[in-house]
């Protein structure tokens, strides 16, 4: 089966860097997600590591270890609207390209 | 603007109703799928569709169903057999082929039994 693991919570202050983790285990491995979700709001996708290393997207970055089978989400210059549920997820081996199983989610707290 | 429209955004049902929360997408996305979200966890896959008329049962199929009849439309029936209903659900598309781990989803319909 497939499980990812990630911090329930997270607070940090405006401007500052986070890092969210996500550990996971998979019985095939084709990349991992990264998504946002603001309280009530929908999930909006952020990222894709299929390879491993860095990949910046502006503020945000995403990192991949296959070998570790870790990956992360780095936030740089904080801004309270990065206030949101953050979501690690990864396809499954069998059933659809794109059908992906989800974390239980990383609560970020930006404070002034 | 391409997008997933869900509906209603807001729905309220006696125990022992059935109720159906609809789904259109105008991406031109063959796959389409339903999750559901409890306060304070992840997604878990209810649904999923690959094609038009074959859906495939996901990790918490029970007490739900699903058709689909056409390319842009997924509705999801929350039967009464579903013994905790109450969840936000969200409704996601996505390309067929290859893997983007990429999902757009709608704004989800927020059920609550009474």
């Known amino acids: 089966g497939q499980s990812l693991e990630q911090p329930s919570e997270v607070t940090a202050v405006e401007g500052a860097i986070v890092q969210i983790n996500c550990t996971y285990q998979?019985?095939?491995?084709?990349?991992l997600s990264w998504y946002q979700q603001h309280d009530g709001g929908a999930p909006t996708f952020l990222s894709y590591?299929?390879?491993?290393g860095l990949e910046e997207t502006g503020r945000f970055s995403s990192f991949l270890s296959r070998s570790d089978s870790y990956g992360y989400l780095l936030l740089q210059e904080l801004q309270m609207k990065d206030s949101a549920s953050y979501f690690c997820?990864?396809?499954?081996?069998?059933?659809?390209?794109?059908?992906?199983?989800f974390g239980a989610g990383t609560r970020l707290a930006v404070h002034p | 603007d391409g997008g997933i429209t869900q509906s209603p955004k807001y729905l309220f049902r006696k125990e022992g109703q059935n109720v159906t929360l609809s789904c259109e997408q105008n991406?031109?996305?063959?796959?389409m799928y339903w999750y559901r979200q409890d306060p304070g966890q992840g997604l878990r896959l209810i649904y999923y569709?690959?094609?038009?008329?074959?859906?495939q049962k996901g990790d918490i199929a029970e007490g739900y169903s699903v058709s689909r009849e056409k390319k842009e439309s997924f509705p999801l029936t929350v039967t009464s057999a579903q013994k905790n209903p109450t969840a936000f659900y969200l409704c996601?598309?996505?390309?067929?082929?290859?893997?983007?781990?990429?999902?757009?989803f709608g704004e989800g319909s927020r059920l609550t039994v009474l």
């Open positions: 996601a598309s996505s390309i067929f082929s290859g893997r983007t781990g990429e999902l757009f």
């Open positions: 998979t019985s095939g491995f084709y990349g």
């Open positions: 590591n299929a390879l491993d």
């Open positions: 997820a990864v396809p499954a081996p069998l059933g659809g390209y794109n059908k992906l199983i």
């Open positions: 991406l031109n996305h063959d796959a």
């Open positions: 569709s690959q094609i038009v008329n074959d859906f």
